[in-house]
């Protein structure tokens, strides 16, 4: 007569769950602490040929806006509020392709266990 409930093949495969959880919970704490040190970096952008340059952190918060004398104009705010801007943007943009480059190359190896699973 078959046995009823376990796992196919003998005790196997619950350690080789085992192991697939301490990897799990490794990546996890990799992964968190990655996201601190991203947080806590900073990323800066120039626009306006350095007249404007901006610095935010990983958390997205803008710390620095620097601004040439020159870029000042009373009569053209618009401008300076265009720079101020792009500058930003910038800056947020860097932020974001490291934090992706650092998470893709953490969760890198996981490409192919996602078919593996009979769930």
Do not use: S
């Amino acid at each position: 007569m078959a046995k009823r409930g376990g796992f196919p093949g003998g005790m196997g495969m619950p350690g080789n769950m085992n192991n697939l959880m301490k990897q799990a919970q490794k990546m996890q704490k990799q992964m968190e602490e990655n996201q601190k040190a991203l947080e806590e970096k900073e990323f800066t952008a120039t626009a306006g040929g350095g007249a404007v340059e901006v610095t935010v952190t990983g958390k997205k918060e803008v710390t620095k806006v620097k601004l040439a004398e020159e870029v000042v104009d009373p009569d053209d705010i618009e401008m300076l509020e265009d720079l101020i801007m792009a500058a930003t943007n910038e800056a947020l943009r860097k932020m974001e392709a490291e934090t992706q480059a650092v998470m893709a190359k953490l969760t890198g190896g996981l490409g192919g266990m996602g078919g593996g699973f009979p769930f």
